[in-house]
Nanobody
Framework: QVQLVESGGGLVQAGGSLRLSCAAS????????MGWFRQAPGREREFVAG????????YYADSVKGRFTISRDNAKNAVYLLMNSLRPEDTALYYC??????????????????WGQGTQVTVSS
């Protein structure tokens, strides 16, 4: 059974940092594109960051560029999201996602085949 399990969320003050982790099990995702998405109450699930299977380059939503860093460890079948300079508008449920297919627009949630259950991030002002 394939599972993606997120952890590391919590309550933090504005300007603080959190590091989210996503652990995959059931199969190797070393050749998968991995992504982080978030969903705030009443809003659509939106792309945050993505990373290819080599881990060489991450790409980001404009709203988090320069503050968030995505990375992966294929040996551990894991992907991470380091979030610095957090703002109240970053408050959301954060999801990890994975896809092995090529040629998709990886900024779109419909491009991903596997999802975790999410971890809550709350940033107080």
């Amino acid at each position: 059974q394939v599972q993606l399990v997120e952890s590391g969320g919590g309550l933090v003050q504005a300007g603080g940092s959190l590091r989210l982790s996503c652990a995959a099990s059931g199969r190797s995702f070393s050749r998968a594109v991995m992504g982080w998405f978030r969903q705030a109450p009443g809003r659509e699930r939106e792309f945050v960051a993505g990373i290819g299977w080599t881990g060489a380059n991450g790409y980001y939503a404009d709203s988090v560029k320069g503050r968030f860093t995505i990375s992966r460890d294929n040996a551990k079948n894991a992907v991470y999201l380091l979030m610095n300079s957090l703002r109240p508008e970053d408050t959301a449920l954060y999801y990890c996602a994975a896809v092995e297919a090529s040629g998709r627009n990886y900024r779109l949630k419909d491009s991903y085949d596997y999802w975790g259950q999410g971890t809550q991030v709350t940033v107080s002002s």
